[in-house]
Every structure is written in C-alpha cells, then in structure tokens.
C-alpha cells in the first residue's frame, strides 16, 4: 500500500516539473536571482532564522528592491535600511553626492574608494541613479497618470492531507494571498494585503470578510518638512531597538557587517506577518537643519491566551494562526492602545536622540510566574519606556549606543565603537546591559538570550580584506544571565564564536565557516550546570558564467549536551539562463542527521516575498524547482514545485499537522500584474 502511494505522488511531482519546465519553453523567461537573499542567508543563523523579526527583514529587502530609490534624493534614513551599509558607507555616498553632484549612472560607486565591489553589486538592487526632480510634492494628477500598479497572487497547493485537515481545522488545506500595491516614486505608496494560512476558515466563521489577516497602508514621503507620513499599519524603529523595534533586526553577522549602527525610520507593514506591527498614524517632520520629531499613536486588536478568569492575559501571541476553535477563541480578544514619539538631531558626525513610548492595554498582562525564568517577564496594564540614543560618525571610527528605562525602574544599555584600523580592516566592539527587571513590549535589540531583559555581554568582531577578492570575518561574543532562563535554573552563561572566510575571484566564490557556541544548561539531575556545545561548520562553491549558475554547499552540525547528535546536509544549486529562451533553477540535497539539535538549513529561491529556509532533520532527500516567466511585459507567472522525502519515518510532523506519508509534495503559483 505504501509503494502505491509513494509511486503516486512520485507521478505528481514527475507531472509538475514537465508543467513548469513547458512554462518556460512557452514564453519569455524573466529572472531574479535575487543575489541579495544569498547574502542574507550567509550573514543569518540558527537563531535568527527561526526569529519573526528575520521575515519581518527579508519583507523590507523585498519592499526596497521591487521599489527602488533615487540614489541621488536619497535621504540617510532610506540608505540606513540597506543592511550591508555601514554608517561611514551612507556618510561617504551622501558626501560623494554632495561634493560632486548627482550620479549619472550606478557605475560612480566606485569612485567611493571605501565601497567594496560587493557592496556596489547589492546597491544595484535596491537604488538606480535618476534625475533630480524638480522641488516640491508631484502634483496628483501626474500621480494617478504615471503612478504603477502591482498585483500579486499567490497559493499553496499541498498534495497531501495533514491530521487537522481531516478533522479539526476550519478551512480547507491551501495557502493563498493577494497583494495590491501603489507606487509613485519616493513619493507615495499605497498597498492592501489579504493572507490565508492553510486550515483557515475563508468567507466563513468569524472570517465571513474573506481572508483571515488583512493589512493596509498608505505612506507619502518628501512633502514638504514632512519626511513619512504613514497611515494605517505600519513598523517604526528608533535608536539602537531598547524601547521600539518592530522594524527590522540581523544576526551578530550582520551587526559585524553594518558596524552596530542603529537608525529612526517609519514604512509600510506590507508583510503577511499578524504580529509585530502598530496600527493608526506616524510621521516624521524635519523642524529645523539636522532636527527631526517623529510621533506615532496607535489602537489595534491582538491574539493573546488569557487566565483561567478570562480578564487577563497570560501570554500575547503573534503567530497568526486561526485554524482550530481554541486558536479561533483568541483572535483579536485583546487591544491596546499605545503612543510615543522621538526627537533626533544631528550635527557634524555627531547624533542625539529621545524616544518615549506609553501603552496600555485593556486586559492586565498577568504572565504565569510559577516557573523561576519568567518571574520577571512584563506584567501590568499600563507601560511606559524613555530612552536616550547618541553617537558620532566619523572617517575611520563610529560610536553608537542606547540607554532606556522605565516603569519596570530598571535600565537597559547598549553601546558599540567600531574602528577602520585601515582601508581593510574593521574592528568592533559592543557592549550591552540589560536588567533582568527591565522590560518593553515592544524592544527588538541585539541579544543573545533573544530578548531585551537579563543579559549582559561582551561582543568583539573583526573584518577583514587580506587581499583583493578575500574577505574574513570574526566574532567572539560572551554573554551572562543572572536571573534563571529557560533549561537554566541559575545564573548561567553562554559563549558564541565565529568565523569565515569568503574568497571570489573570476566567476568563482568560496566560503567556509565555523561556528562553536557554548550554552550552559540544567545536568540531568539539576543539581548543576552543564555546557551545551553546538559545533556548524559550512563549505560551499559557487561558478557564475551569467549563462549558468551553479553552488555547491556542504553544511555538518553536531551538538554535545545529554548526548551526541551529529548531522549534515550537501546541496547542489544550479540554474540555467538562456535569456528569453530558458531560465531554470533546481536545489536537490540529501541531509542525514541523528535528531532535532543537530538540525540543518539549505537556501533554496522561492516566491516574491517568501524567504524559504527550511530545516531539516532525520534522513531523506529535498528537490525544488522553480520557473518565472514573463508572458507579456505586464504579466508575470511564477512555479515552484518542491519535494521532500524521508527514509527514516512513516509520518512526517505531529499533532494536528502529522502527514501520514513518509514523503510531502508542495506546488506555489504566483501571479504577478503590473500596470
């Protein structure tokens, strides 16, 4: 019984990838190799990949490159946004602007002699060198006629039933959204998003208006003194993240790559993410030469599981899930209402900045304290933070750093110095304390322990260029909890460290990484603590001809701690480009690992905005393969079809998402009108 099974869904996935490779021979091919999302997942980790604020990231890069900016209107917050910019990079292309005069083509980058050439490739995606419009807000009319319209949908198709489709899921198996987004420049946008998960209820139940999550937005931009101007849904950040951050946050790569500098900015909740977003108004108006004040106010319902008494709320949730009655019951039972505001001045290099912000909710949050480790999570109806945010941009050296408190009488800091010790090499440090009492709702910083409370630690890093074509990177980050955390009943502490090498020459790149990270945990018998040792190391090839593209990629992990688990994974990527003929692209990898610690991740390209990073654990194989094809100018089909197959198991998954199978097809179509 099982082979027949098996031989059927082999005959689906054989019948999908002919009707995707026939998508290409039937009409002009249009490619995104999106080289961008590589370098994402080369400065991401375990941690972050598994974080909400990772998507809430790879939404913005998404955002930025379907809507690219003027480099030469370009204003210090757009260019703050671009991860791998650090602030000397967005210092020394507003100097070269200024002192030159606008770019008439992308290829001045590199007049900037401290811009890497892969730094001046990524700008490719995400800004174009256009005129200087004349001053002053488009007039509307020359916004309706020349503004662009965008149009994406998107579904999921599972061959395959999990347990909840069978009996406890409300809607039916696929996963499907529509996107409609407006453009005018840097000017306007406005956009409306509809998302469904599978086994969500569509136009039914308590979703009788069609999708189960929307999100809407409208943003202008450069009218007048009035930098943003968002309405709707939107995400801020402000300073360095310890009192307001639900914008965008990297990995400690990441943070070694931009040199740890923070950034104010407002934009558009444009993701199919139900958490991690305010809803209302916010603006940012320049006041004076180098004086900005930005405020925001919003009023929105959330999810939350609540006491036993009903009028508290023990946890607030943001995974967005409304499939079963119990995940039904918690949708939108909880609101708050919440407002702040900051004011940023900068003159010559130097920055200062105050940010304040005041919720409230209308149900106490009264968290579940019998556990040690959650004694001090936030608690209460009413909430407010103060922070002060400062630094200094120079030639060589850069100073950033945060400092908050608030209700929870308890203080937060973080601050960073970094140092180009010469044209190749950078230097690091970052300093960060944060109270086990302190506490914001809505905090998003660098962290080891994954949030802005009971922690602090010593973070060193080092870049650098040896010699043209070779660049590494290092990190040693050391990091203590003094109140308990989760599998710790104690104090306890944690070492990270890191290092790779990445070396490109011709149409060849080579990477290699190794990464050791020590966390302690409870012994078998909690009498004591012990290390939990996580050993990742990564070696890949890559070969761009422009005509093929092809990577090699092994990655081994294995973990110490009440046992020995040991896994790896080896990928191969290869995509074929032949212009308006044929553009393919196939992953297929085998990973062989002995459980969930020694888990493994493989990059694999899927839809627009959808970042695919699955892991894997156990024994099998994994095959995707996508086409994108444009039909006309205006019209754009996408197709992926993957596959994963284990030969470890019967089932795949558990609870109500067990697939009784030992193999699971999945098939995305997307479809892209643009006007």
């Not at 991860?83 to 967005?90: H, M």
Request: net charge neutral; proline share 2%; with cysteine.
């Amino acid at each position: 019984m099982r082979t027949g099974i098996e031989n059927t869904e082999l005959r689906i996935v054989l019948k999908c990838v002919a009707a995707v490779l026939l998508l290409f021979q039937t009409a002009h091919t249009y490619a995104q190799n999106h080289e961008w999302e590589q370098y994402l997942y080369q400065l991401g980790e375990l941690e972050d990949l598994e974080s909400t604020i990772w998507e809430s990231s790879f939404n913005l890069l998404c955002d930025l490159e379907e809507n690219p900016v003027n480099i030469n209107t370009t204003t210090r917050e757009q260019l703050e946004q671009l991860p791998f910019l650090t602030a000397k990079d967005v210092e020394d292309i507003s100097e070269y602007i200024y002192m030159h005069g606008p770019m008439k083509s992308l290829g001045e980058l590199a007049m900037i002699r401290d811009l890497d050439y892969y730094k001046r490739r990524l700008l490719f995606y995400f800004t174009y060198a256009g005129e200087m419009p004349q001053k002053g807000f488009p007039e509307l009319k020359n916004i309706l006629k020349y503004g662009k319209h965008d149009i994406i949908g998107t579904v999921k198709i599972p061959f395959y039933k999990r347990k909840g489709d069978r009996e406890g899921y409300l809607g039916y198996q696929y996963k499907h959204s529509i996107r409609y987004d407006f453009t005018y420049g840097d000017y306007v946008r406005f956009g409306l998003i509809g998302a469904q998960d599978a086994g969500e209820p569509f136009f039914a139940g308590k979703n009788n208006m069609g999708y189960d999550f929307y999100s809407f937005y409208f943003v202008l931009k450069k009218l007048g003194r009035i930098k943003t101007l968002a309405l709707g849904r939107y995400r801020v950040r402000f300073g360095m993240g310890l009192v307001v951050n639900n914008n965008f946050g990297f990995g400690k790569l990441s943070s070694l790559t931009t040199l740890g500098r923070g950034g104010s900015n407002i934009r558009a909740h444009s993701s199919r993410s139900d958490g991690n977003y305010f809803q209302g108004a916010a603006a940012t108006v320049n006041v004076a030469e180098g004086l900005d004040v930005s405020g925001f106010v919003s009023l929105r319902k959330f999810d939350a599981t609540l006491n036993k008494d009903g009028n508290t709320i023990a946890t607030i949730l943001t995974s967005g899930y409304h499939r079963t009655e119990t995940e039904m019951e918690k949708k939108n039972n909880s609101s708050h209402t919440v407002a702040g505001g900051n004011i940023d001045y900068r003159y010559k290099g130097f920055h200062v900045g105050i940010t304040g912000v005041y919720a409230t909710l209308d149900k106490e949050l009264k968290p579940k304290t019998e556990a040690v480790y959650r004694r001090h999570y936030a608690h209460g109806k009413d909430f407010y933070n103060i922070g002060i945010n400062y630094g200094y941009t120079g030639h060589r050296l850069s100073v950033n750093g945060e400092t908050a408190t608030g209700g929870c009488n308890a203080v937060a800091t973080i601050n960073s110095l970094s140092y180009s010790l010469t044209d190749n090499l950078d230097l690091m440090a970052l300093q960060r304390f944060y109270s086990y009492r302190y506490y914001s709702l809505f905090a998003e910083s660098f962290s080891e322990g994954g949030a802005v409370q009971n922690e602090s630690g010593i973070y060193v890093g080092a870049g650098w260029r040896p010699m043209p074509g070779l660049s590494v990177m290092a990190y040693t980050d050391f990091a203590y909890f003094a109140w308990p955390k989760y599998q710790a009943s104690g104090s306890s502490r944690s070492f990270d460290n890191l290092l790779q090498a990445t070396y490109a020459k011709g149409e060849w790149n080579f990477t290699a990484r190794y990464r050791l990270k020590m966390r302690e945990r409870d012994n078998d018998s909690k009498t004591g603590m012990t290390f939990k040792n996580e050993h990742r190391g990564r070696l890949s090839a890559t070969y761009n001809s422009g005509v093929w593209h092809i990577k090699t990629q092994a990655d081994i992990a294995f973990t110490q701690y009440k046992g020995d688990s040991f896994g790896w994974m080896v990928a191969q990527n290869a995509s074929l480009d032949l212009g308006k003929m044929l553009d393919a692209s196939v992953m297929l990898g085998y990973f062989d690992t002995d459980d969930y610690n020694s888990r493994v991740y493989s990059y694999e390209r899927g839809m627009l905005y959808s970042f695919s990073m699955p892991s894997y654990f156990g024994n099998g194989v994994r095959l995707a393969l996508v086409a994108n094809s444009n039909f006309t100018d205006g019209i754009t089909i996408t197709a992926k079809i993957g596959f994963t197959k284990y030969f470890d198991r019967d089932k795949i998954g558990s609870g109500y998402q067990e697939i009784n199978n030992s193999s699971a097809t999945d098939l995305e179509l997307q479809m892209r009108l643009r006007i």
